[in-house]
């Protein structure tokens, strides 16, 4: 409990050994690298003066812009949902698990910081076990009935799920006919579901799923603008907060309140170009998505060649390889992977322990985020659409891949 989170503890890492002149492939921090749109940079300049605070849940005129961008995008009546503004997602995922008391039910692999903010509220996290293959993350509704009946049958008192999709770290998404399972599971075991769709708009198949649309009544969902249209340093969050669930809302309203007040006031005056439904933003988001998916499934493709078991990644930024039935003999598990890949090889990556797995799988998070954004942007608009021409550092990367794996394999 005493580490800095795994994505941010790796990031900081990599910056230090860059700044001592190391040449470091960096797969270990999934931070989208194209530049600002320009609408949003300009909105972003032109109000730079604001300065007051305010209001705690946010600027009204933002909140309607941002429920209005979330309705077309899932269908849901946006009468039903209050809106949150917080400073990025990650900390409206934190105050809602607060508000929520209970254990949380966690499917494996998830995101690092959704079972440490569990701990740090004294919370028991129930393990849900997946399936990740090319038919997306095998998340079963069957399976979470299991979990929480076997939960409460030892005692534990298991009140909402968390599901994160296009999936972190796998790139795997959840079709609708299991979203609408598990919303049904959970509406019929009385658990709140929180739909973490951060990666929802970087979908590589252009869908937009929402586990709203099947329980609107009993799920929050959680997004932002940090992939989508790579600002993650601008810290702006959204949380949609069912109406019905009684004084949800008020509750997380007053944690709002006794921590962080309220977003940078040019911030969310500048985001609300970015839920406005403008055609170039929507553009924007087009083509760096494209982007994404060249990108993420050629590694996957090249990793695959070399005899690594991984996914064709389906959204978001990054791929989940299995080094098992290539490298068992030589590590014990994904640690060491990892820091052998770094220490030898300059390649940086996360071991899927940060992702709950056990310690002896072979499993890392590759993020194929490290290439310059604007350039493959101009290259993509120029008719581009090879890795290599817009994101050759990445191809670097795997071949330093090639040359680790042909080093250890099985004789």
């Given at each position: 409990m005493n580490a800095v989170s795994p994505t941010l503890g790796i990031n900081e890492r990599i910056q230090a050994l860059r700044a001592e002149g190391r040449r470091i492939h960096h797969f270990g921090f999934g931070e989208a690298p194209f530049p600002a749109p320009p609408r949003l940079a300009a909105a972003l300049r032109d109000h730079a003066a604001a300065k007051a605070y305010l209001p705690v849940a946010g600027l009204p005129e933002l909140r309607a812009a941002v429920i209005a961008h979330q309705a077309r995008l899932t269908?849901?009546?946006?009468?039903?949902?209050?809106?949150?503004?917080?400073?990025?997602?990650?900390?409206?995922?934190?105050?809602?698990?607060?508000?929520?008391p209970g254990d949380l039910l966690l499917p494996v692999p998830s995101w690092v910081s959704y079972s440490p903010q569990a701990a740090l509220l004294g919370q028991r996290v129930l393990p849900v076990p997946t399936t990740l293959s090319d038919e997306g993350y095998g998340l079963s509704a069957a399976t979470i009935d299991g979990v929480i009946a076997?939960?409460?049958?030892?005692?534990?008192?298991?009140?909402?799920?968390?599901?994160?999709?296009?999936?972190?770290?796998?790139?795997?998404?959840i079709d609708e006919?299991?979203?609408?399972?598990i919303a049904e599971v959970c509406r019929s075991r009385a658990v709140t579901l929180i739909s973490d769709e951060i990666y929802g708009r970087v979908s590589y198949d252009r869908a937009y799923r929402s586990a709203a649309r099947s329980y609107p009544e009993g799920t929050l969902v959680t997004s932002g603008l940090s992939k989508h249209l790579s600002l993650g340093g601008w810290r702006l969050g959204i949380a949609m907060v069912p109406r019905s669930i009684p004084m949800l809302?008020?509750?997380?309203?007053?944690?709002?309140?006794?921590?962080?007040?309220?977003?940078?006031?040019?911030?969310?005056?500048?985001?609300?170009?970015?839920?406005?439904?403008?055609?170039?933003?929507?553009?924007?988001?087009?083509?760096?998505?494209?982007?994404?998916?060249?990108?993420?499934?050629?590694?996957?493709?090249?990793?695959?060649?070399?005899?690594?078991?991984?996914?064709?990644?389906?959204?978001?930024?990054?791929?989940?390889?299995?080094?098992?039935?290539?490298?068992?003999?030589?590590?014990?598990?994904?640690?060491?992977?990892?820091?052998?890949?770094?220490?030898?090889?300059g390649i940086a990556t996360l071991p899927g322990t940060a992702f709950g797995e056990p310690a002896s799988a072979l499993k890392l998070r590759l993020a194929s985020c490290d290439y310059d954004g604007e350039q493959a942007l101009s290259a993509y608009r120029d008719g581009a659409s090879d890795i290599t021409t817009l994101a050759p550092d990445v191809v670097a990367a795997l071949e330093g891949f090639e040359r680790f794996v042909q080093r250890y394999r099985r004789a």
């Amino acid at each position: 409990m005493n580490a800095v989170s795994p994505t941010l503890g790796i990031n900081e890492r990599i910056q230090a050994l860059r700044a001592e002149g190391r040449r470091i492939h960096h797969f270990g921090f999934g931070e989208a690298p194209f530049p600002a749109p320009p609408r949003l940079a300009a909105a972003l300049r032109d109000h730079a003066a604001a300065k007051a605070y305010l209001p705690v849940a946010g600027l009204p005129e933002l909140r309607a812009a941002v429920i209005a961008h979330q309705a077309r995008l899932t269908g849901c009546d946006p009468e039903r949902f209050d809106v949150l503004i917080g400073p990025g997602s990650k900390l409206l995922l934190f105050a809602i698990q607060l508000a929520i008391p209970g254990d949380l039910l966690l499917p494996v692999p998830s995101w690092v910081s959704y079972s440490p903010q569990a701990a740090l509220l004294g919370q028991r996290v129930l393990p849900v076990p997946t399936t990740l293959s090319d038919e997306g993350y095998g998340l079963s509704a069957a399976t979470i009935d299991g979990v929480i009946a076997a939960a409460r049958a030892e005692g534990c008192n298991p009140t909402k799920l968390l599901i994160n999709f296009p999936n972190n770290p796998a790139g795997l998404s959840i079709d609708e006919a299991t979203l609408h399972g598990i919303a049904e599971v959970c509406r019929s075991r009385a658990v709140t579901l929180i739909s973490d769709e951060i990666y929802g708009r970087v979908s590589y198949d252009r869908a937009y799923r929402s586990a709203a649309r099947s329980y609107p009544e009993g799920t929050l969902v959680t997004s932002g603008l940090s992939k989508h249209l790579s600002l993650g340093g601008w810290r702006l969050g959204i949380a949609m907060v069912p109406r019905s669930i009684p004084m949800l809302f008020e509750s997380l309203s007053f944690i709002a309140s006794e921590t962080w007040s309220c977003v940078a006031a040019p911030v969310q005056i500048a985001a609300i170009e970015a839920y406005a439904g403008h055609a170039d933003i929507e553009s924007a988001v087009h083509d760096m998505t494209a982007i994404h998916a060249i990108v993420n499934g050629a590694v996957a493709q090249r990793l695959r060649a070399l005899g690594i078991d991984c996914p064709t990644p389906q959204g978001g930024f990054y791929s989940w390889p299995d080094f098992a039935a290539l490298l068992s003999d030589a590590f014990d598990g994904s640690d060491a992977l990892a820091a052998a890949l770094l220490d030898e090889a300059g390649i940086a990556t996360l071991p899927g322990t940060a992702f709950g797995e056990p310690a002896s799988a072979l499993k890392l998070r590759l993020a194929s985020c490290d290439y310059d954004g604007e350039q493959a942007l101009s290259a993509y608009r120029d008719g581009a659409s090879d890795i290599t021409t817009l994101a050759p550092d990445v191809v670097a990367a795997l071949e330093g891949f090639e040359r680790f794996v042909q080093r250890y394999r099985r004789a």
